[in-house]
């Protein structure tokens, strides 16, 4: 069964590497979507795929590359939409 999540990760994820990071999570698990900075210092990601990998990218998420500093990862479910690949905006 194929879900779709979307994350706002807060903290000090900007300049370290952590869009970077996920991209590379999720393609290691055959999991679609993409990421991008936000203008106000956070990080957004769409994780499409099987439920057992989007949540281990989702778990990675919580922790990011070493030089972050996650504080927290606001998550909501969402209409699959049939994504194929995962990108870097």
């Known amino acids: 069964m194929t879900v779709r999540r979307r994350l706002i990760v807060h903290g000090r994820v900007h300049g370290v590497g952590f869009r970077v990071f996920v991209a590379r999570a999720a393609q290691a698990r055959g999991v679609a979507g993409w990421v991008r900075n936000r203008p106000d210092g956070t990080v957004e990601a769409v994780l499409e795929g099987q439920r057992e990998r989007v949540e281990s990218v989702v778990a990675l998420c919580r922790e990011g590359p070493r030089a972050s500093d996650v504080t ?18």
Do not use: I, K, M, Y
Not at 72 to 89: K, N, W, Y
């Open 72 to 89: 927290s990862v606001e998550t909501a479910d969402e209409q699959p939409e049939g994504l194929r690949s995962f990108e870097v905006r």
